[in-house]
């Protein structure tokens, strides 16, 4: 997501800024800015698209040179991505500077506030009302004044501002979002990530929760939110640069198996109302216009697929509403039966792949309802469907589909709770119930990946198998499904995904001693039935590996040679923490194999081609 990076020191502040942002340029953004302090005021540039884009822009017109200033790429989230609203941001009098990652929960209503009070604004994002908060507060010194609309903020906050009567300081702030200081000689810097400033130095300080911090060239003081200052807690980074930028993992891709907690953190936020039902009225529709919707149709590809058929079990048994789901290149080829009544949810993290954008079309063109479920803001599916539910997972690099998987997940039970609610097709206490649930799943996936180095140790075991099968029933089966892919795609092995009760029906004839079958079994409602197919596997010499929940270790030890627990949770909602142990069992396999995790061959990230 946005990459901040801020300078105070003696040095050109440009010549360290641009380096600074390309070095964050993997979080993903879609603009970049920069602002500079002058002598009585400060320059802003900013400009849609890729750093380079903001160089040419500079170079058309350069900044007078400066020695303190912000630098930030950001990743749209409120506003679509150009270039009035990229950062850094500014009041109505151009003195305060902003700039900002993260989600502004309460924006609207301090934007209201502040529109009420006389305040213009530029642009549409959340971050603006920071800049104008800031300009109501122009008697505080600055840290006062961040400190107080930090109290007043909800949600994810990185900031990073100035004023241009408080020449060469720049405060920061942290809260859900991340921000460090890198501490040099007569110099300092204030950034989202390591990466940024590590050429510079290797001295950092965390800036933790809910605390401000303030630098200049020779100071770097950390406040709490009253005011309080706290001793600074100075270390050195190890790390080189390439390491750095995967925060201290191997891989991309472990990186972002490890971020799945934030991930799903981020996708819920604003979206649980404090009754505890969900809220999704940002999607803009009319509940008339859902309550008419007599079918459902989901559409996506390969790993998003999976998510799909978690929403058709998911949608049936909590809206009782028939649900098809479609591998989007087989949908927009078999002529479905669509009308005006059929809602189409449309699931891509990338909101561009060929097929999905297809069959999203052509169900528009029907007159079909389109709801999109997409990670990236103003994607093409963003803009094609009728209605957005982002998943905000941030940027994934790696190839395989991880943190992007487990949000789509997410948002896609989100929606079920909610056409659920707007239906009337279960009580309230069901539904807050089953909210609540989906709300801890960010502690039960962090539970989950306690287990990596357990599985790590296993996949040794693995390392020569050649065939796998994943089997499991019910919110289980797209589980099975999705660990059978990762191990396909990463680790190059030849792994099926199966329905557990289909096996007797002809593929039980391939098990034999040297295969590996894990069998999930989370589901309550069909534990003991899918256990009794992974003893039928076992009959026939398989080598057993079995998920199930904190629990049930016994039942499953009488079949298995591994058992991998998750924490116990409802039905359907559980798939989100079961298919934590299958990334990483594949993740480990690979790397055992020596294999490039991030780059898999034969594969691309975004596939725009039939
Ligand atoms: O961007 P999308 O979600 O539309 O991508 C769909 C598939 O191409 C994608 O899930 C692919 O299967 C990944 N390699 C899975 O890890």
């Known amino acids: 997501m946005c990459g901040i990076v801020g300078y105070v020191g003696p040095r050109p502040v440009v010549e360290l800024l641009i380096p600074g942002l390309a070095r964050l340029e993997y979080r993903g953004y879609d603009s970049a800015g920069l602002a500079i302090q002058q002598q009585d005021s400060i320059a802003v540039i900013k400009q849609v698209g890729r750093i380079a884009d903001l160089e040419h822009a500079l170079s058309l017109s350069p900044l007078p040179e400066g020695h303190t200033g912000i630098g930030h790429t950001r990743w749209a989230t409120h506003g679509a991505p150009n270039t009035i609203n990229a950062h850094p941001h500014r009041d109505c009098t151009g003195s305060v500077i902003v700039a900002h990652n993260g989600i502004i929960e309460n924006w609207a209503d301090l934007r209201s506030e502040l529109i009420a009070g006389g305040h213009e604004f530029a642009s549409d994002t959340d971050t603006e009302v920071v800049a104008h908060m800031l300009e109501d507060l122009a008697d505080l010194p600055l840290a006062e004044a961040v400190r107080s609309v930090m109290k007043r903020t909800d949600g994810a906050l990185a900031l990073v501002v100035m004023r241009a009567s408080d020449p060469d300081l720049l405060v920061g702030a942290r809260r859900g979002s991340p921000?460090?200081?890198?501490?040099?000689?007569?110099?300092?810097?204030?950034?989202?990530?390591?990466?940024?400033?590590?050429?510079?130095?290797?001295?950092?300080?965390?800036?933790?929760?809910?605390?401000?911090?303030?630098?200049?060239?020779?100071?770097?003081?950390?406040?709490?939110?009253?005011?309080?200052?706290l001793p600074l807690e100075e270390r050195v980074i190890e790390w080189d640069l390439e390491a750095a930028e995967k925060g201290g993992f191997s891989t991309f891709m472990e990186k972002e198996i490890h971020e799945q907690p934030r991930a799903i953190t981020d996708t819920l936020r604003g979206r649980i109302r404090r009754d505890g039902l969900v809220d999704l009225s940002e999607l803009g529709l009319d509940p008339?216009?859902?309550?008419?919707?007599?079918?459902?149709?989901?559409?996506?590809?390969?790993?998003?697929?999976?998510?799909?058929?978690?929403?058709?079990?998911?949608?049936?048994?909590?809206?009782?509403?028939?649900?098809?789901?479609?591998?989007?290149?087989?949908?927009?080829?078999?002529?479905?039966?669509?009308?005006?009544?059929?809602?189409?949810i449309a699931i891509s993290q990338s909101g561009e792949t060929i097929d999905t954008m297809a069959a999203a079309r052509y169900a528009k063109a029907q007159g079909c309802l389109l709801i999109g479920v997409t990670n990236v803001v103003d994607s093409a599916l963003a803009r094609e469907s009728n209605a957005v539910l982002y998943t905000r997972a941030g940027p994934e690099i790696g190839v395989a589909a991880t943190k992007t998987f487990t949000t789509q997940l997410v948002a896609l039970q989100l929606l079920g709770l909610y056409l659920a609610q707007v239906r009337g097709s279960r009580d309230e206490g069901s539904l807050v119930h089953l909210a609540a649930a989906v709300r801890s799943l960010p502690k039960l996936v962090e539970e989950a990946l306690q287990a990596s180095t357990d599985i790590e140790d296993i996949s040794q075991k693995f390392a020569h198998t050649r065939d796998v099968f994943f089997l499991g029933r019910s919110g289980d089966f797209p589980v099975a499904m999705e660990g059978a892919l990762k191990l396909k795609e990463i680790a190059y092995l030849r792994a099926e995904g199966y329905a557990a009760g289909e096996m007797k029906h002809g593929p039980i004839a391939l098990i034999e001693p040297g295969v590996l079958v894990v069998g999930v079994a989370t589901d309550t409602h069909v534990r003991a039935k899918t256990i009794s197919n992974m003893q039928e596997m076992k009959a026939r010499g398989a080598t057993i590996v079995m998920v199930v929940e904190r629990g049930h270790e016994q039942e499953a030890e009488e079949v298995a040679d591994h058992v991998l627990t998750v924490p116990p949770g409802p039905d359907l909602i559980c798939t989100v923490t079961a298919v934590v142990p299958l990334q990483l069992l594949a993740y480990h396999i690979a790397t055992a194999h020596g294999l490039d995790v991030d780059k898999p061959r034969n594969l691309a990230k975004t596939v725009t081609v039939e």
């Open 179 to 229: 921000l460090v200081v890198g501490k040099g000689d007569g110099e300092n810097f204030l950034a989202s990530d390591i990466p940024a400033f590590l050429e510079h130095t290797r001295r950092m300080v965390v800036v933790d929760e809910d605390r401000v911090v303030e630098i200049t060239k020779e100071s770097i003081r950390i406040t709490d939110l009253e005011g309080t200052e």
């Open 288 to 344: 008339e216009r859902l309550r008419i919707v007599d079918k459902v149709y989901v559409v996506a590809c390969g790993t998003s697929f999976h998510a799909a058929m978690m929403a058709k079990y998911a949608i049936e048994r909590w809206v009782r509403l028939p649900v098809e789901i479609d591998i989007a290149s087989e949908f927009r080829y078999r002529d479905p039966v669509l009308d005006s009544n059929s809602l189409v």
